[in-house]
């Protein structure tokens, strides 16, 4: 029986990353996600927002890119696959989660390089317009694939 384990989610960053390193290296990032959903209330019929708090996990050079990117409020897309987690407390109790396992992360909204120790981030001094230009770091936006072509039903115009 086939299975499929895909997520998808849109929404804003509640706390700043939490990057953390493997014993070997590995870079971790911890983030929440708050998902917003419009809900019509049957009793009073107004409509009302509701946030759906889901824990992500991202692995490897996009955690990087995550810590010293996003901050509280960011709006992201993750692409990822549902984990479930089984723990003991130090109490003996039984306890689970389910979280999300970053396949890919993208950065919707501005971004900005995260200052030292502070949280907000810092802005930049005014310099010449040629001087700023040869100054900012070149980001790379996340790869999207491009559309699919455009189906042709008319087969009369096909070069073969």
């Known amino acids: 029986m086939a299975s499929l384990n895909k997520v998808v989610l849109l929404g804003n960053i509640t706390r700043d990353p939490e990057l953390k390193r493997t014993p070997s290296g590995v870079a971790i990032a911890r983030l929440r996600l708050a998902v917003n959903e419009n809900v019509r209330d049957r009793q009073t019929g107004q409509t009302k927002e509701v946030a759906c708090y ?7 050079r996009q ?35 389910l979280s999300v396992r970053a396949d890919r992360v993208q950065f919707l909204n501005g971004t900005r390089q995260r200052a ?8 930049a001094a005014p310099q010449p317009a ?8 070149v980001q790379a936006a996340p790869a999207v694939p491009p559309p699919p072509p455009a189906v042709n039903d008319d087969d009369e115009n096909l070069p073969f």
């Open 130 to 137: 040629g001087a700023q230009a040869a100054q900012q770091p």
């Open 116 to 123: 030292g120790q502070g949280d907000a981030p810092q802005p």
């Open 63 to 97: 955690a990087e890119a995550c810590g010293q990117f996003l901050q509280k409020g960011s709006q992201i897309i993750v692409d990822g696959k549902l984990v479930y987690e089984e723990w003991k407390t130090p109490g003996g109790e039984s306890r689970s989660r």
């Open 54 to 60: 889901v824990d992500v996990t991202v692995w490897e």
